[in-house]
């Protein structure tokens, strides 16, 4: 399948700075190892400039660890191999054996020089563009972004090398290449300043780099077309290694593979990033060095390949001892694996004030109502907490509020589906919501939908989308978990999507046409161009030997939407979680890819199985996630935890949503508001959670209620702002709720008054110090009702009300 | 005299000399590496604290104020007298009357040029460019200029936001965005007329009947109540909320932030001085939030149908939508409903009061008064529109957009003063200078002088590098 790969932006999340913060030391004496492994087991050199990065590794207990620094390597014959570093590179043909040792341990590789007298000249195309990579010379911050940096322009990291070809050898008054004389090309003076360059120094004389430039150039510069294509590429040793001291560094090897059959090194020409330098940093030769516990992953390009190694750094932390506990199902077993690996201890268990609070919340938008609360905390027995979650499964307000969530990412809004039909649209996602629709069957329903939307509410789905481009888009975005846009006009930079892929995806939609504005319709003829070549891309899930299928969609959404499929299953466990613990295993959930690993993979991985096995039951998902411990954490973190975000070892304090905060004051004061005047939908339910459409009132807008214009849930921005504390202290929705829900909490005795407004407010009583404020307070005044208006807006305004926590 | 040198005209010498002195550059050309040098030592230089833009939307006629063109053809020659400034070599129309007399402080920038296709039809899309510094339509909706100099400077006010827009109307409302910046740095619209005497901005003032004190003792208890989730326990997120209802409180109840508001403290002198009219006593509150501390304030004064002028209501019959989009009967002494009329209905003439009359008051007003209050001295005042008017006349006496050539003027922030830069042809087509200068370079110059290193790129969420004003270079005149 396709290669997730790369990222560079992943959210600081992943290193967890030990609570004695010190560098990793280098103990002289290590144990020896068990047993010896060297990667590639025999090694075929086939040209002068050919070479091959060796790794060993030990085996410790069942461990691999690197050991490619400490090894000794001895070549049997030095007229045919040279060794330096693990690295094997030629001195003539014929055949040798290279000792690889450790210890009292040895391992021979038998090594095979051919083609050294033949010439071989530096390869343009596989060679010079990913080295300009590699210097940074074609990022997106120079010389690769659209317009190039100083009059000189590269594609970015080099998809186009036609680009590349005439900006190196042609434009600049050929400046840039001087055949004659190659130290004096603009292409090597500039990044080694001999003259300025706004980039600064990118090289130096003792690069491996320069070396082959220089010698590309003083080749005549050439640029021939490659007989044959590079098909991808392989990391030794493998996805993911664990490193822990004494062994803190890890060799890595880049062999890239031609149509040919042919392979070849290309560690020396590969561009090596780390996504957390605080765990581990990586040079220009792929050796990895940790730096801190944490996760980090090290992506890879060359050319359009992009893959990723996965480090894991541990290290013991002073005071961690872990607590055994019952892990009553896999979620808890493998959270709890992960967290004892980093040595990160987990909060206790919350209480059942937060765990109503929370858990209603979650899944139905809602606080819950006062008496539902007493009689959960009165309730003795022990399997209440998960009672209390099937029960709020089986609520209709369960089966709205998801859908409200789903709504917005399908940008259902009556501006896009006209009279009626976003309604149409919003009440088949709640009604599959409610009858706990198989999410396969979920995702085929809408992907293949067609005819007039007011018939069919699932043909809505593709009319409010109205481009090919956009349908793309956002069906990778919430069903692929694949942020695209950038393959659009090239090949992805934090990634390996190229515009290729992007095309043959775009395939599938390029007869999807809508009618009327309101109907789908499916076209005899139309397909997606390649922009750079106007090639008619394959449809993708299609076979090269297939024919025209009737409806392309059909074979997408059978690539897609089944058991097997590498992200439909885990894009959508991910999302839920996300949803249930304010952060998604992969996060942000519509953003898969090998450089932005999940926190937790073989968490993810389970769950995606299972919600595979369970035949895609959303429901039993949410009731297997609900009920474990790990969602059941308090969000009171201790030492040994509380630099943990991925991990979930606590749960995370979140501010409600608009739609959440809105009702939640509604049910605190006990008088709800009424949906804004001109609200965009014909439906007035009484929660701002419950209905179908955003109404996007002055205070829903503030807090972040999205607008339904992107397929990303980030268009919820969740960061507090300014204008959310002048809604909160100043605005109308709590100003008024406070003051109609004056006339109903005055009535009571002050002592009841301050329960039950904890209990609607924090599902909790009082305590005696909370209890003695509030009542001093509604006592010293002399205006009943202003004192009680007063003290609802307070409560309302503790961010004990404005978070879940 | 160097070789470049006999390129340019004696101001662009002038400007040219002045800025290599400043760099301490005389070399022969420039080079890529070179500018970018001569950027960063201007960016040395940069001497902008603040930025009020005065943004006169629908294409300012060019040819009828700040480029006269007495030498036009007859029948497309604006009817308005060319008239001298203390300045030598500029000369305004007579609807600048009053502007001319502050024209020592002043910049006019002639060789404003929009060439990229498609916007110059668009007004949507031409104040967009004008707002974020960048033609529209790219892969990324850029932010309003504003928006980013919030974002990246703050406020030197806590209790006022770091971007406003006065009154800001609603058709600017759809192009005025924060782009990929976090939606705090949204310009804060006024809305309304401050000539209004009932004029007050909506969620400066507490709501509703509640008293500072009440306000204050509601927070008190607030605070003793707000113990059961404590910042320890939620983290960032938990405080920045803490943080931010103090400064919103003090947004709320501070005196200040009221008075920066406040035009009844300004004396009726200073704003008679500006005109008792919309644009006059927007341009007037301009000057307030400046002097106040407000980082960046866009004026965008389109006057009302029913406004205000010499203190006293006023109904502009027929004039609608009154911006400076003269299709039709641009010379009306009313309104420009004509029959058989195009789109240059709903306005008045240029040369009336609630148009040039009201602006050319207004500007000298602001100029010379914040000349006075030393003000100038670290605040960059940009007159600006996003394309000129056509040199011909149309068959309905009005002017189509026009965009190889417009005029931006400038001042303060160390921009000299009497200079004129650039020229067009004799009838205010094409420039005939070798200097042109896009919005884009318009952009670059106020990041510039607020010391801004474009160099460093900003990151939308997804990581995408965004360098600001990446087509512009600083119109080194202006340094």
Redesign the interface.
Known sequence: MKRWRLA??IPALWSIPSPAAAAPTRPVAAPQPSELRVVPAEVRLTSRRDYRQVVVSGLFGGEERDLTQRARFVSSDPKVIRVVGGRVEPAGDGSATLAVRVGTLTRRVPVRVTGYSTPDPVRFHFETIPLLTRQGCSS??CHG???GR??FSLSLYGYDPEIDRVSLTRDGYNRRINVLEPSESLLLKKPLLE????GGKRLRKSDPAYRLLHEWIAEGATVEKPAVTSTGIEIAPGPSRVLKAPYLTQQLCVVARFSDGSSRDVTGVATFESTQPAVAVVDGAGLVTARGRGQAAISVRYLDFLSSAHITMIEDVPGFAWKPEPEPGFIDRLVNTKLRQLQVLPSEICTDSEFIRRVSLDLTGLLPQPDRTRRFLADASPDKRARLVDELLETDAHARFWALKRADLFRVTSGRLPNGRADKLSEWIYEANRTNLPYDRFARTLLTASGESADTPTAGYFVAIPTMEERTEMTAQIFMGS?LE?AR?HNH??ESWTMRDYYSLAAVFARVQVANKTAIRLADSGDALLPTTREAMKPWGAKPSDAEPPDRRTAFVDWLARAGNPVFARVEVNRMWSELFGRGIVDPVDDFRSTNPPSNAALLDALGLEFERSGFDRRHMLRLICRSRAYQRS???HRLNVADESLFSHAK???LTAEQLQDAIGLTSRRLPPPAPGSTSADARRYATQRSAPENSAFTLAF?QPKRETACT?ER??????????E?????TA?TAATLGADTYAAMTNDTLVRELYLSA?CRDPSA??LK??LQ?LSASTDRK?AVV??L???M????F??Q? | MDILDRFLSPRQQDGRRRFLRRTGFGVLGW????L??LEQQVRAAGVARRVLVLFEQGGVSHIDTWDPKPDAPTEHRSPFKTMSTPVDGLQVTELLKQSSAVTRHLTVVRCMTQPTPGIGNSHPKGSQYVLSGEAPGG?IEMPDIGSVVASLQGSDAPHLPGHVMLPGNSEQAGVSTPGFL???NTAFRTGGSPADPKWTVP?LG???G?GAE?FT??RK??A??????LPA???K??K???S??D???D??TNPLTRKAFDLSSESSKVRERYGLGHRGQCYLLARKLIESGVRFVTVDPREPLNSYRDGKPVRFDGGGNMNWDHHDAIYSTSHTNIKGGGAGGGRWGIGTWPMMGSLDQAFSALISDMSDRGLLKDTLVCLVTEFGRTPKVNERQGRDHWTPAFTFVFAGAGVPGGQVVGSTDKEGGYITSSAAYTIDDYAATVYEKLGIDR?K?L?T?????I?LA??GRPIPELF
């Not at chain 1, 305004?797 to 004990?800: D, P, Y």
């Not at chain 2, 080079?31 to 070179?34: G, H, N, V």
């Not at chain 2, 003793?224 to 989730?229: I, K, N, P, V």
């Open positions: 560079l932006l997106g911050s972004s659209p317009r100083a009059g003259v300025s360059h706004g942020r950038c006009c930079p934090f969000s009171i973190t304090v979140r501010l972040g980030c921005s969740t960061e507090p702002t300014l204008l959310q504390a002048l909160l202290l100043n605005g109308g100003f924090f110090a909370e404020t509030a307070h202003a007063d003290l807006w307070s409560i305004n503790t961010r004990e404005l978070f926590h | 080079s890529a590496a070179e970018v040098l892969p976090s939606a705090a969620n507490l709501v509703g509640i009440r003792e509601r208890l607030l003793s109540l707000d113990t059961g989730l326990r939620g983290g997120p938990v920045a909320l803490g931010l209802m400064q919103a409180s947004m709320l160099s790129p990151h969420p997804v990581n995408r590098p360098y990446a087509h």
